[in-house]
């Protein structure tokens, strides 16, 4: 027999999901801020933007967009990890949320003080060389690099950038030491290898499609589970010979910890919608990303996972911050 005790705590408890998930179904009744930790540009703040545009006509409520930059993202994090947890203030997180664990002293828990919203958009990497680098394949790429360990240069956007990481990844899968020359910003880097100087880049498939359509740089394989649309034809790496590679800067949208998992259900049911629309598709494919949909806990699982594929990569590559 359930004691008096248990039994008010089961009525308890049964009175606060009512209440918290009445409190959801009148939710939003005032704007609500999402904060992008990174500067305005870039494809972070674009995917952020889009989802507040259309948030804001699905919800009827404004959804105000606070771009708070700083530390690799870290400081626009914090404040999202300290804001109230009523639904009214999300954070857009991104590939560098599990990096920066492994490259800063954080003064958050990145999944602890976070309830996952939902995943919204990926953008995989590719590997791109000059046409005077005699490799047409990551095969062919993976037996020089064996050939001439270290000689081999590739451009990044910096120590830590996407660029880099994903560079360093492909080292470990493939077993091969590739020299890293940072540049700062994927711009200048793009530029170089543009000119022949440097051979490589991992580059993103927002900036080096025009550049392989022209003939001016050659592709040799996606970072992405799945062939990419705007190259079809260009394999992915891992069925290019590395197996298991795969990388994108994803981005999702996350609450405080302890924000009602009604309002985080609501809003998770609200993007998804937003992804369906035929408008945000396009967007998106124009930013060289492709929608990615997953439920709270499974983002929450994803991230974990992406944490511990790159705490390796970090350490392993000896990565330090700059």
């Known amino acids: 027999m359930p004691t008096l005790h248990s039994l008010l705590l089961r009525i308890a408890a ?13 939710y939003p009744t005032k704007p609500i801020r ?26 009827g409520k404004q959804v105000i967009v606070d771009n708070r930059g700083g530390a690799g993202g870290t400081l626009g994090t914090e404040l999202g990890a300290n804001a109230p947890k009523d639904g009214y203030t999300l954070l857009v997180v991104a590939l560098g949320h599990a990096v920066s664990p492994w490259l800063y002293k954080l003064p958050y828990d990145p999944i602890g003080a976070f309830a996952p919203v939902a995943a919204v ?10 046409p005077s680098l005699p490799v047409n394949s990551v095969k062919e790429l993976v037996v020089l690099a064996k050939k001439k360990p270290g000689q081999i240069q590739y ?22 030491d590739l020299l890293h020359v940072p540049f700062k910003g ?37 970072g992405s589970a799945t062939r990419n649309a705007s190259l079809p034809e260009v394999p992915t790496i891992s069925e290019a010979g590395v197996m298991g590679y795969e990388v994108a800067n994803w981005i999702g949208i996350v609450a405080p910890a302890g924000t009602p998992a009604a309002v985080v259900e609501k809003l998770n049911h609200e993007i998804a919608a937003i992804q369906d629309l035929p408008e945000v598709q396009k967007h998106l494919a124009n930013e060289g990303a492709d929608v990615i949909r997953m439920r709270p806990q499974a983002f929450g699982q994803f991230m974990q996972s992406e944490m511990a594929k790159w705490e390796r990569v970090v350490k392993e590559g000896g990565i330090k911050a700059e």
Do not use: C, W, Y
Not at 14 to 26: E, F, M, N
Not at 38 to 55: C, K, Y
Not at 122 to 129: D, F, G, K, L, R
Not at 189 to 209: E, N, Q, S, Y
């Open 155 to 176: 451009a990044s956007a910096g120590v830590g950038s996407f660029m880099h990481l994903g560079a360093e990844l492909f080292k470990l899968a493939a077993g091969v």
């Open 34 to 59: 999402l904060i992008i930790p990174f500067p305005p540009a870039g494809i972070n703040d674009t995917v952020g933007r889009l989802v507040a545009t259309h948030l804001s006509t699905r919800l």
């Open 121 to 130: 958009a990926s953008a995989p990497n590719m590997i791109v060389v000059h």
């Open 186 to 222: 994927g711009g200048p880097a793009m530029v170089d290898v543009l000119g022949g100087h440097t051979k490589v880049a991992f580059a993103t498939t927002l900036t080096a499609p025009p550049f392989v359509r022209q003939g001016k740089l050659k592709a040799l394989g996606i």
């Open 14 to 26: 049964l009175l606060l999901a009512l209440i918290t998930a009445a409190a959801a179904q009148d």
